[in-house]
Structures are given as C-alpha cells and as structure tokens.
C-alpha cells in the first residue's frame, strides 16, 4: 500500500514538474518572438519560408532529426567556412540559439 502510494505521488510530482523543467527559459516572450521572426525572415531568406531549403539545407524537424543539438547550435553561431551560411554569434547568444535548435528540431515553426 505504501509503496504504491508514494508510486502515484512520485508520478504525480514528476508530471507537474517536468514539463516546467523542460520548457523552462529565461528568454522573454517577445524575445522568442523576435526570434521567431528572424528564424521566418532571416534565416528563411536562405533556408526557405517554410525552412524545406533553398540556398540553404532544409531545417525541418525531420532533417534535423539525429543531428545533435550541440553541433547545430555551434553551426548557428559560428558559420559554416566556405559557405554562405554566416556565424550569428555577434546577434544570437549561446541561450538563445539553444532556444531556437529547440524549435526548429521540435518542428513548431515553419508552415505555421
Ligand atoms: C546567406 C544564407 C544563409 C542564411 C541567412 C542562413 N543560413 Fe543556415 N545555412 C546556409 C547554408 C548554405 C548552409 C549549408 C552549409 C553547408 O554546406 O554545410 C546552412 C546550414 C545551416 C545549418 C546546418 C543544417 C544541417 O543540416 O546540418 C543550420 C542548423 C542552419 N544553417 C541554421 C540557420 C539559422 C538558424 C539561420 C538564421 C539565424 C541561418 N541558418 C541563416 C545558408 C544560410
């Protein structure tokens, strides 16, 4: 009985606490709006409105899907050399790109 209890009440607690662990950012609601925007604009003006590629390779969810979040962010900041994909270190922090790998490998913008 008890073991079952504190079962229930683990998943319980685990279920309030994880999605705020997960989505948890100190970067402001229109911060992430901005960011949005420059993913839609910015980026888009190469890698496609709808980020299925142009110039640039597509950044949809399923193309990115394997590739790890720590290599896309080094590219999103530093530039691929010899291509035009440009570093945006000087616009974009480390927390912010983090952000935006997040977004681009969950498949939450794009078409919408
Ligand atoms: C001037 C054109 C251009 C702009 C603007 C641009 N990119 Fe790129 N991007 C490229 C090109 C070209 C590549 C492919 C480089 C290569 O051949 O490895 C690339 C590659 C990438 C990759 C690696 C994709 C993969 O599958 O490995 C990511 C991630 C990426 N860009 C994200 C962004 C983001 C985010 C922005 C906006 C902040 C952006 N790019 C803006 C041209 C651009």
């Given amino acids: 009985m008890m073991l079952s209890k504190s079962l229930i009440n683990n998943i319980f607690i685990q279920a309030l606490v994880f999605p705020c662990t997960v989505f948890a950012t100190d970067i402001s609601d229109n911060r992430q709006q901005e960011l949005i925007h420059l993913i839609k604009h910015d980026c888009g003006s190469c890698h496609g409105m709808t980020l299925n590629g142009g110039l640039g ?21 530093n530039g691929v050399a010899g291509t035009p ?27 919408n």
């Fill in 85 to 111: 994909m440009p570093p945006w270190k000087g616009i974009l922090d480390k927390q912010e790109v983090a952000w935006m790998v997040k977004q681009l490998k969950g498949g939450t913008l794009g078409n």
């Fill in 57 to 77: 390779s597509p950044l949809t969810a399923e193309k990115l899907e394997g590739k790890s979040p720590e290599a896309l962010s080094s590219i999103i900041l």
